[in-house]
């Protein structure tokens, strides 16, 4: 079987930080909830530039999203910080947890673009089911080779906002899923798996191979 036959079985990716979400809470995902989802993985198949449209939710600062888009433009071609700003349905809030659904919020977004990606902010803590918990506090979510992912500002297990720094990683960590990115062994590399824990402080950048990979998919590195 040839690389361009190759689909990747795992799509949803996501991080997890949250330390104490799951422990009164162990109850195992259903099939239903497991959202394995299949998309051919894009890394590598386009070399034109990219454009990034980036969405807040609700009351999120517009001060955060205009500093998230200006590093962002280091390393895309383009990136719109649009003046429509979303509302968290309510269909997609759990009142018992008080977080929202972000695959949810995933599925809305994505038909939303007028980009080659789309990227949604929110101040709140958003879940999504995994092998601990079926309402998981998560940092971020997307599914790879889609061009579409949602971050948090809120980290799951404190309740506290990230600094800008940290914040800036996870959405590139997102948008490197969004292009098609899996988890990285480095732990170096913004592509690190989190692995329920806070690693972005310890991540310094692309390492040389998903630096490679983002470039050939389009994204503005040297
Ligand atoms: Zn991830
Ligand atoms: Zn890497």
């Known amino acids: 079987m040839s690389v361009k036959t190759v689909f990747l079985c795992v799509i949803i990716a996501f991080c997890s930080l949250c330390f104490s979400c799951g422990e009164s809470d162990k ?3 259903s099939s239903a909830e497991r959202n394995v989802y299949r998309s051919e993985s ?3 198949k386009e070399s034109s ?8 939710y609700d009351d999120f600062p517009l001060a955060t999203a205009e500093t998230l888009c200006k590093e962002l433009r280091k390393t895309f071609p383009e990136v719109k910080l649009s003046d429509t700003v979303l ?3 309510a269909k997609y809030y759990l009142k018992e947890r008080n977080r929202y659904s972000a695959s949810g919020l995933l599925n ?3 038909s939303r673009s007028n980009c080659d990606a789309v990227i949604g902010l929110t101040n709140r803590i958003i879940y ?3 092998e601990i918990s079926s309402t998981y506090g998560i940092m971020g ?4 080779g889609t061009h579409s992912c949602v971050v948090s500002s809120r980290i799951p297990a404190s309740g506290k906002t990230h600094s800008i720094d940290n914040f800036v990683k996870l959405a590139l960590h997102e948008l490197g899923h969004a292009y098609g990115l899996p988890h990285c062994p480095d ?5 690190v798996d989190a692995e329920h824990k806070m690693k972005f402080p310890h991540t310094t950048g692309l390492c040389t191979s998903c630096h490679s990979k983002l470039k050939a998919a389009g994204w503005k590195l040297k």
């Open 87 to 89: 509302e968290l349905p």
């Open 27 to 29: 109850t195992p995902m």
């Open 128 to 130: 999504h089911a995994n």
């Open 141 to 144: 979510l997307s599914r790879i």
């Open 187 to 191: 732990q170096h590399c913004y592509m």
């Open 108 to 110: 809305d977004l994505k």
């Open 49 to 56: 530039p990219h454009c990034v449209t980036v969405y807040r």
């Open 42 to 44: 894009k890394v590598g």
